[in-house]
């Protein structure tokens, strides 16, 4: 990771750069953050090939694939722009280093790391086999590791690079120690060679070196991939034979990702969450993950800034905010790793980094979103630095915080083992909660004690409604609410035309259907059709399927109110559709791009407009009704309830304002700015507020406005993930990190 200097644009669309990760084939990587604060990897297409009509074709295909790819073991690509001057795409940033930097400052890790990470791995080649991709470039520096197990990135993206084959744009993808042998042979490689990738990739973590390394250099390596036996003389007894396996010079010899995971942590073999990386390497992770945590917009060298890349071609002028010093992660080079790893082959032309000059200031995320900026730069070029676009102003008159009286005991508490479940709030059905992650968990709403438990289930998405249980691992299946076990279900495949088609997202469900999103693919094709599809009769029928315009359908959202169901589409609308046949009502533009909830009540939609204001639109005629201006930075998600809605626009306080005009009723203030992720609840007359980065969940009089108390658990592991809540009507249920509270008001 470098810092950014004066070559290097402010901000890519509508994420402000950070930091340079590096660079590699296809362009230049960057650290950098959404307004709404969340952090993603930026990859920019080098200008030569943003210039080749062939290569953006296939560049769009290959991004619309990857979007729809469905692992809990991926970066997934969150955001793109394949028709910008300067294509674009997005994907998580995972806050961890590389499978290649942790064994260089660590060693070879342990068998019981290496069977983790093969079968995790395993799981993620079947999620992006299962969306029509090859990764074709799988490595130890596309492998990152995670508090929760490693991720895989820059899937679908070795397409894009070479048309389909090795030769058609003069580049090699791929390092030649972890090619397959019919990939190094210039033949076609089908997902069969991403397993021998991986049965490479897990000889490197287990011994430090690859099963073909030569000191002849690149060639060498070749010629030893197709013609010579791997080299696994080091490799502990028990995985000698498994990794024999995947690296045999015959495909369709080689296990299939499911085989492959099943013969490395066969079923019911134990596997610990929490111990699967050595001591060291842990926190080492922690260390890293922490001073990530901390990295905002950086100074600049001595030339003057370049433009900002938008899709519109707009600049935006910086927000200033209070500089903190610049902490370096504990793991050097690139986190993300695009630079090729020592041996990668590319030829053609290369496209090295530029020398950065080391930045001594840089903006502290916490100090950043304290400050209520949801967007924020500090430019320093011989001493000057940019200005605020605008003046902070007064904060609004509020009630006096009073001094607060302690929190009541949680009603009851629930730990998980598994970090995932800390990005979702639970689910509320009757009177149980569900707990969503790897695994599924139903919770006692009153007492949080275990209903069941389903940890062999691996939902990427969950959702409740006309009291169903829905969840989506490869098929859309629904779960009994009571015992947990499946029930009906659907692979979602109609018609005799060959189609493949890809569920990306359940949207919502009511009385009448399921309400999905898909990708709509021909068979042995990419790419493909995205389409809203409403399925009936227990998933079993088609009852719809409307053409969509989303570029970001893993992380839609959506909504049935009455007859309409409202979803985002496209790269910051929401559409409203008649549930009777998906016929589109009308559509409002909201300028922004983070998947924030669907927010409405039984007359209008609230939500964003021109990425910071909050406007509500009506959801008879999509007419907008009234917009409040955001005085500081930007809307916090909403809670609509009684003809009152509750948000902040980015003050340390929290409003309630009329739904039909806008107007405000009373603001409280709060020792910080609330989520800008997690919504409020209601219950009774007590609004449960999340803070920002574990900054506690407050209690406040609905009616009054007046802060009553702010709870907080100082032993919670959580302390810097978001609360997410949710409510039963009688509890609020509030998650940070792995402990789920349920919360009295």
């Excluded at 692992?71 to 722009?81: E, L």
């Excluded at 590319?346 to 100090?367: E, M, Y």
């Amino acid at each position: 990771m470098e810092p950014l200097d004066a070559t290097d644009p402010e901000s890519i669309g509508p994420y402000r750069l950070v930091a340079r990760l590096g660079a590699g084939g296809m362009g230049r990587v960057y650290l950098a953050r959404s307004a709404g604060g969340r952090t993603v990897a930026v990859k920019v297409v080098r200008p030569e090939l943003a210039q080749d009509p062939e290569f953006r074709t296939r560049f769009r295909r290959e991004v619309a694939a990857a979007q729809a790819v469905d692992g809990a073991y991926t970066a997934p690509v969150v955001d793109s722009d394949p028709e910008s001057p300067t294509p674009w795409l997005a994907t998580a940033y995972v806050l961890g280093p590389s499978l290649t930097d942790a064994v260089q400052q660590h060693g070879p890790l342990p068998e019981h790391s290496c069977r983790i990470i093969g079968a995790r791995l395993a799981e993620a080649l079947r999620a992006i086999h299962g969306a029509g991709l090859v990764h074709r470039d799988l490595k130890p520096s596309n492998v990152l590791l995670a508090a929760d197990g490693p991720r895989v990135i820059d899937f679908g993206i070795a397409r894009a690079m070479d048309g389909d084959n090795l030769t058609s744009t003069g580049v090699v993808v791929g390092s030649p120690g972890f090619m397959a042998p019919e990939q190094a042979s210039g033949l076609a490689m089908g997902p069969a060679g991403d397993v021998f990738s991986l049965g490479s990739v897990l000889v490197y973590a287990a011994t430090g070196h690859g099963p073909f390394d030569s000191a002849s250099g690149a060639a060498a390596q070749l010629y030893r991939v197709v013609h010579d036996q791997p080299e696994l003389s080091q490799l502990p007894s028990g995985l000698q034979s498994v990794i024999a396996a995947c690296l045999t010079k015959d495909p369709a010899r080689r296990p299939d990702p499911t085989q492959l995971a099943a013969m490395l942590l066969p079923p019911g073999a134990p596997v610990s969450g929490e111990d699967w990386l050595p001591a060291p390497v842990a926190s080492a992770l922690a260390r890293h993950a922490s001073s990530v945590m901390d990295l905002e917009t950086p100074s600049r060298g001595t030339s003057a800034p370049q433009p900002a890349y938008t899709p519109t071609g707009v600049n935006h002028q910086p927000y200033q905010a209070p500089p903190s010093p610049y902490q370096a992660p504990p793991f050097p080079g690139n986190p993300y790793q695009a630079q090729p790893a020592p041996g990668t082959m590319q030829l053609g032309r290369a496209w090295p980094p530029n020398a950065a000059t080391p930045s001594k200031s840089k903006v502290s995320r916490r100090a950043l979103l304290a400050a209520g900026g949801g967007v924020a730069a500090l430019a320093a070029a011989g001493g000057t630095a940019w200005a605020l676009t605008r003046p902070k102003p007064k904060p609004t008159p509020g009630p006096a915080v009073k001094k607060v009286v302690s929190a009541p005991k949680p009603v009851w508490s629930y730990p998980s083992t598994d970090s995932t479940q800390a990005q979702h709030p639970a689910l509320v059905l009757g009177n149980s909660t569900y707990l969503t992650g790897r695994g599924l968990t139903s919770l006692d709403a009153a007492s949080g004690a275990v209903r069941w438990s389903r940890p062999d289930l691996f939902p990427s998405d969950a959702t409740v409604g006309a009291g169903q249980l829905l969840i989506l691992s490869r098929g859309v299946t629904s779960i009994d609410p009571a015992t947990g076990r499946e029930g009906f279900g659907s692979l979602v495949a109609w018609g005799s035309d060959h189609k493949v088609i890809n569920v990306t997202k359940i949207l919502a469900v009511d009385d009448n259907a399921v309400y999905l999103k898909v990708l709509v693919t021909p068979e042995y094709q990419t790419g493909g059709d995205q389409m809203v599809l409403a399925l009936r009769d227990t998933m079993l029928i088609k009852a719809w399927a409307q053409p969509d315009q989303d570029d970001a359908a893993s992380i839609a959202t959506g909504r049935v109110t009455g007859s309409t169901l409202l979803h985002s589409s496209g790269k910051s609308g929401i559409v409203a559709r008649d549930t009777k046949d998906g016929h589109q009502l009308w559509q409002t533009d909201t300028g922004n791009l983070d998947p924030w909830p669907i927010w409405c009540d039984d007359k209008r939609l609230y939500c964003m407009i021109e990425d910071s204001d909050l406007q509500a639109v009506g959801l008879a005629d999509g007419k907008q009704q009234w917009r409040i201006k955001s005085t500081v930075g930007r809307f916090t998600p909403v809670l609509a309830s009684n003809d009152v809605i509750y948000t902040s626009d980015g003050k340390e306080a929290i409003g309630a304002f009329e739904a039909a005009t806008g107007r405000p009723i009373w603001s409280c203030p709060l020792p910080k700015q609330p989520s800008l992720t997690s919504a409020p609840v209601l219950v009774g007359s007590t609004l449960f507020v999340p803070g920002d980065y574990g900054m506690g969940v407050h209690a406040i009089d609905a009616r009054s406005g007046v802060l009553k108390w702010t709870f907080q658990d100082d032993s919670n592991p959580g302390t810097y993930n978001d609360w997410y809540l949710s409510t039963d009507g009688n509890l609020a249920f509030a998650r940070l990190g792995t402990i789920t509270y349920g919360l009295q008001s």
